[in-house]
C-alpha cells in the first residue's frame, strides 16, 4: 500500500490539522478514584508555546490535573 497524501493529526489543544513533523504526544497517567489504570495520548503543536503549555494541563477525562 504506497500512501500519496502528507500524514497529519490533529491537535487536541487547538483543533488544528498539522503535518506529522509538527506533532508530538505527551503520554500522562489516567488516575481514577486515585489509582492509576492506564495512560492518556495528547496531541499537540510542538512549535506553538500555547498548545505546549496546554498540552501539560489538558486532562480527556476531567481527573485531577497534576503538572507534568
Not at 495512560?39 to 486532562?59: L, T
Amino acid at each position: 500500500m504506497v500512501f500519496t497524501e502528507p500524514l497529519t493529526w490533529k491537535c487536541h489543544i487547538c483543533d488544528e490539522e498539522r503535518p506529522d513533523a509538527k506533532i508530538s504526544v505527551l503520554t500522562k497517567p489516567l488516575v481514577v478514584n486515585g489509582t492509576v489504570c492506564g495512560q492518556q495520548n495528547i496531541r499537540y503543536c510542538n512549535d506553538k508555546a500555547e498548545c505546549i503549555e496546554g498540552a501539560r494541563h489538558k486532562d480527556f477525562f476531567g481527573g485531577e490535573k497534576g503538572n507534568v
